[in-house]
């Protein structure tokens, strides 16, 4: 039975860490296929200091070189450094690196990664823009595009349009969360009734969003509600008509493509992925000017039945997408049978 370890720094709520989560279970009778974690205590990243620990990154390669694995995907850049060891150690290793994200987190995330590329067998992208935007150098022969729909959700309870929103994820400076809040207030100028849900651990700018709250007086209207579960995140959507995003920066942007699923109009920034998938005026309103999304929204609100076709596009965009483990499992299938017949 072939052995296939896909390695994350750690447990936590974002895309990646969720998606690896739907791997452990993954079995079709000829993979052992395990989610390893480099830091197996740490829950959250607000601990990130321990994260920087030698010994940790010298055990896991310890343990993953006795381990014996035929293919090692390595997930987020502290990952690339266990995989660029095990490499080195065990060089007929089949090394996948798995790229999230269209940009380099910081200096670090340039090197380690671009060295792990460098001896990977092959490297998986969340997404198109990923792998166009962080790897244009690459032979595209090497390059695989796995698809992040980590599970079919059931679309929400249809209800009539209100000024209702929800953001999941981390509220991290790459969010723009301040933008969002500053859409939010303009219609919440126009429906007194507006709220704004914001489910998510703190990335390191939570104190400084809800201090742009209070300068907008937006505190009896914005939530805070910190970390949810996925059931959790349902309910609270249910409350709710938009999912308002404003990234700077984005791969496939995993929980837009839940909310869609869920039946919630994406207002979101054309950032990564994202504008391959949410299509202005048909299944999402896209923020190019915060004026022109705000009139959309209010136009929205005005008028039911071009939300609830919006609201039908957006579901429908999803419908029969190959779930990411599906993705996963016949690209490790691909790469063994190719190793077979070598």
């Known amino acids: 039975m072939h052995k296939v370890i896909h390695l994350v720094p ?3 709520i974002g895309g990646v860490e969720t998606a690896a989560r739907s791997l452990r279970n993954l079995n079709n009778g000829s993979f052992d296929f395990k989610v390893g974690y480099i830091f197996k205590k740490l829950a959250n990243s607000r601990r990130r200091w321990a994260t920087f620990n030698p010994i940790a990154f010298l055990r896991v390669t310890g343990e993953i070189v006795l381990e014996r694995p035929d293919v090692l995907i390595v997930s987020l850049w502290r990952s690339t450094i266990i995989g660029v ?3 080195l150690i065990r060089p007929n290793l089949k090394l996948i690196v798995f790229i999230h994200s269209t940009t380099d987190v910081h200096w670090l995330d340039f090197i380690f990664t671009r060295l792990a590329i460098s001896l990977a067998h092959e490297i998986w992208a969340d997404s198109q823009a990923t792998r166009r935007e962080r790897l244009p150098h690459v032979r ?3 390059c695989r595009i796995i698809s992040f729909v980590t599970r079919h959700i059931e679309a929400l309870p249809a209800r009539s349009v209100r000024p209702e929103f929800i953001f999941w994820g981390r509220i ?5 969360l301040d933008r969002a809040l500053r859409i939010f207030a303009e219609v919440l100028k126009r429906h007194s009734n507006a709220r ?3 489910i998510g651990p703190d990335g390191g700018c939570r104190n400084k969003t809800q201090q742009l709250c209070t300068a907008l007086n937006l505190t009896e209207a914005v939530s805070f509600l910190g970390v949810a579960t996925q059931d959790e995140i349902a309910a609270h959507a249910k409350m709710a008509s ?9 791969g496939m942007a995993m929980s837009v493509v839940e909310a869609m699923q869920m039946g919630l109009i994406p207002v979101v920034t054309a950032v990564g992925e994202i504008c391959s998938y949410c299509r202005q005026g048909e299944n999402a309103v896209l923020v190019e000017s915060d004026y022109l999304a705000i009139e959309t929204i209010l136009l929205l609100l005005d008028c039911d039945a071009k939300y ?5 596009n957006a579901i429908a965009t999803w419908n029969n997408k190959p779930r990411y483990s599906e993705s996963v499992l016949h690209a490790c299938e691909e790469i063994l049978a190719a190793n077979r017949r070598v």
């Not at 991290?172 to 723009?176: A, E, I, Q, Y």
């Open 172 to 176: 991290t400076p790459g969010k723009r």
């Open 10 to 12: 750690y447990d936590g």
């Open 196 to 198: 704004f849900w914001i």
């Open 242 to 250: 938009f999912y308002l995003q404003t990234s700077e920066f984005e």
């Open 140 to 142: 595209s022969k090497k």
């Open 85 to 87: 060891l095990a490499k």
């Open 308 to 312: 609830q076709a919006m609201r039908r």
